[in-house]
């Protein structure tokens, strides 16, 4: 199974199986321990069966995280190549999972261009102004206060956003102030709020 990256396309599919997998092989581990020590000593009564009990503990916490990655929707292609073709160079992250106190919202796409993130979603359940209060304060308490958020559920107008953006991107980056964050190094402003939409993602 080839490794697909957080904010990549295919990364939700991806995710499904490698934490499908990963949840079964945490609980078979217990399992095998508590046969093992049944068959052993001839009782249940033993410290394999304490062991395997709080084996189950890290395992139960992997079927949270499954759960959740399972309740999200891979983007379909046609959308994914609409919002490719409209972006151009500008930096986008494709398929996050944003997490909140309250809920999870999945953002098919984000694009970053200056003091602006764009970002959309197909769930007709997603709080718009919700989910665009808490990137921005994700943003701001990273030091990017200036960041306008925007979250729309249309696909037309939101292509047509990101057209006017890759068009003239300079006019969005323009008297922006930035100073290189040394957790990651070598990388542009747009850059690094790309990498802090990752931090608050699944």
């Given at each position: ?6 904010g990549?396309?295919g990364?939700i599919?991806?995710e499904k ?6 949840t079964?092989l945490?609980?078979i581990?217990?399992?095998?321990i508590y046969?093992?020590?049944y068959?052993t ?9 304490v062991i395997?009990?709080?084996?189950c ?6 079927m ?12 379909p292609d ?6 490719k ?13 944003i997490?909140?106190?309250e809920?999870?919202?999945?953002v098919?796409?984000?694009v ?5 993130v764009v970002?959309?979603t197909?769930d ?8 665009e ?8 308490s ?6 306008q ?7 037309k ?6 057209s006017v ?23 542009s402003r ?10 608050i993602?699944?």
């Amino acid at each position: 199974m080839k490794k697909v990256k957080k904010g990549t396309r295919g990364y939700i599919s991806y995710e499904k199986k490698k934490r499908f997998l990963m949840t079964l092989l945490m609980f078979i581990l217990p399992l095998g321990i508590y046969i093992i020590g049944y068959v052993t000593v001839k009782s249940r009564l033993n410290l394999f069966t304490v062991i395997a009990i709080l084996g189950c503990l890290p395992a139960c916490r992997s079927m949270v995280g499954l759960i959740m990655m399972l309740m999200q929707r891979p983007m379909p292609d046609d959308r994914y190549d609409a919002i490719k073709q409209a972006a151009g160079s500008l930096t986008v992250g494709y398929e996050l999972a944003i997490t909140a106190y309250e809920h999870t919202s999945l953002v098919e796409a984000a694009v970053i261009c200056g003091d602006q993130v764009v970002c959309f979603t197909a769930d007709e359940k997603t709080d718009i102004a919700y989910l665009e209060k808490h990137i921005r304060q994700m943003l701001s308490s990273n030091g990017f206060t200036e960041a306008q958020v925007k979250v729309m559920k249309d696909l037309k107008p939101y292509l047509q956003r990101v057209s006017v953006l890759a068009k003239n991107p300079e006019k969005y980056r323009e008297g922006l102030s930035f100073t290189p964050d040394e957790r990651y190094p070598g990388l542009s402003r747009d850059e690094v709020i790309y990498q802090t939409l990752l931090a608050i993602s699944l």
